[in-house]
Nanobody
Framework: QVQLVESGGGLVQAGDSLRLSCVAS????MGWFRQAPGKEREFVAA????????YYADSVKGRFTISRDNAEKTVYLQMNSLKPEDTAVYYC???????????????????WGQGTQVTVSS
């Protein structure tokens, strides 16, 4: 029942920035995951609906920031200091969970967007 649409991906050079957005049609905790060529899909960041707690993978901590605009039903992922290893398809996902145990695990997410490609050249 939840529809998710990601946007904002593109081609950038190492050190550049991108902002991804995800429009969600429901009120859920939201997460960003990514899948690089030859790798499994991995957790990137998450934010709960209320309270608005945030969680980050160690690989992006200090570089990426997740935020949300509840009035606009939009979740953002601000990505700074991008590295070639950040290259992946990025997916927005929604879950009714709220604890770190739920938000950090792919299996706990109920709905997924179509993905947006992020490519970082060196």
């Amino acid at each position: 029942q939840v529809q998710l649409v990601e946007s904002g991906g593109g081609l950038v050079q190492a050190g550049d920035s991108l902002r991804l957005s995800c429009v969600a049609s429901g009120r859920y905790s939201m997460g960003w995951f990514r899948q690089a060529p030859g790798k499994e899909r991995e957790f990137v960041a998450a934010i709960s609906w209320s309270p608005s707690n945030t969680y980050y993978a160690d690989s992006v901590k200090g570089r990426f920031t997740i935020s949300r605009d509840n009035a606009e039903k939009t979740v953002y992922l601000q990505m700074n200091s991008l590295k070639p290893e950040d290259t992946a398809v990025y997916y927005c996902a929604a879950t009714s969970g709220w604890s770190p145990n739920s938000l950090l695990r792919e299996q706990r997410y109920d709905y997924w967007g179509q993905g947006t490609q992020v490519t970082v050249s060196s």
